[in-house]
């Protein structure tokens, strides 16, 4: 059992994943896409009755049907060899970008991805994933995806009574230039001043969402059939009140919790009804104890609650998925309970990791806003 993981260096989960799966007697294969073309070596063969991809990176070589599993983590933007011209760049980066996606559909037809391509474009998309949370049978905000100010002002007027909340498709983060300052840009209350010119609506659609009045909210982790479920009391603070990742001095520690049965259900459905077998899913919990869908990151981060709830077993569970390509909620995991994020962290792996990232390929610096789904 081999696993091909697609992402880009210095990812403390990948580095994580790589090492639970070689503590559970696994192998596995990392292509990192920003390597492409300083480092990164790929090639496609197409015939009349065969396609073959091969892929080297000058550490490792492999070629399509070595592997029984992907773990696509995250896409990377190509890096620009130093020396390279504005001119030529725009051409060369343009046809890195065509290249790994004609070898992500190549590269390993048969096998189990984590998650489908397909479904991951779809699922990137908020829409779809509002339309197929309903229909799976979970209650949803009114919602509004607009740029044109008229429709966002009538959404505003008929909703102004509960409030109006204002986000962007995808957690957006950038530097300041000028100060070097990390800023993020979350969940915000929509206020009649911001209506007042019709430029800013317009220059850039956005999603707004009658605002849900919340207890407390549920970061559900769920892999193939197991759904892992954690607390976060988001309104014991009121710089989390509207997003709960916004203290990013002092992060909301999670609670493990038993998720009701219906609940559970839903999750697995809408899971099915995605085509995915990994994602986290956001949900809020109403005074009243309603359960409301707010959205699902089909590759989200899972460390950190394991990092303050080690009963939860996140990584464990996930390279067991990884191997065994199924996860239920009785499934034996794979390895011991020296298998953990605890585990991983005391190994040295993180740091041996990142250093040889540095060493041995293309340094990840994508310019100007980085985006987070």
């Known amino acids: 059992m081999t696993v091909l993981i697609l992402g880009f ?30 480092v990164l070596r790929s090639s496609m063969h197409i015939t009349q009755t065969s396609q073959a991809v091969s892929v080297r990176d000058g550490r490792s070589h492999g070629v399509s049907g070595d592997w029984s599993t992907v ?25 890195c970008d065509y290249h790994i996606r004609n070898v992500r559909r190549l590269i390993a037809p048969d096998a189990f991805w984590v998650n489908d391509i397909a479904a991951r474009e779809v699922v990137l998309l908020k829409m779809p994933q509002l339309i197929a949370a309903a229909q799976c049978g979970f209650a949803i905000p009114e919602t509004l995806y607009s740029n044109d100010p008229d429709e966002i002002r009538r959404f505003w007027g008929e909703h102004r009574k509960a409030g109006v909340i204002f986000k962007l498709h995808l957690q957006t ?19 009649q001043e911001n209506l007042q010119d019709d430029a800013p609506l317009a220059g850039c659609p956005a999603i707004y969402q009658r605002k849900v009045e919340k207890a407390y909210e549920l970061r559900v982790t769920c892999m193939d059939e197991r759904c892992v479920a954690i607390r976060l009391d988001s309104q014991s603070r009121d710089s989390t009140r509207l997003d709960w990742r916004s203290d990013m001095v002092a992060p909301l520690k999670p609670a493990l919790v038993a998720l009701p049965r219906t609940v559970e259900e839903r999750c697995i459905a809408l899971m099915r009804k995605l085509g995915l077998a990994f994602g986290c899913i956001d949900l809020i919990v109403t005074p009243e104890g309603e359960h409301i869908f707010l959205e699902v990151n089909e590759m989200g981060q899972f460390l950190w609650v394991e990092q303050d709830e080690p009963r939860s077993e996140l990584l464990r569970c996930f390279a067991t998925l990884l191997l065994n390509q199924r996860l239920g909620p009785s499934t034996r995991l794979v390895g011991d309970e020296k298998l953990s994020y605890a585990g991983f962290l005391a190994s040295g792996a993180w740091e041996r990791g990142y250093v040889e990232d540095g060493e041995s390929h293309a340094k990840y610096s994508p310019p100007g806003i980085i985006n987070e789904p």
């Open 9 to 38: 260096p210095r990812d403390i989960h990948i580095h994580a994943v790589r090492w639970a799966i070689e503590q559970a007697g696994g192998r596995h294969h990392v292509v990192y896409t920003p390597d492409l073309p300083q």
């Open 71 to 95: 773990w696509f983590r995250r896409s990377g933007l190509p890096m620009r060899p130093p020396g390279m011209s504005d001119a030529d760049w725009a051409v060369a980066s343009r046809e």
């Open 173 to 191: 983060h950038w530097h300041a230039q000028s100060s070097g300052e990390r800023h993020a840009l979350f969940t915000t209350e929509l206020r």
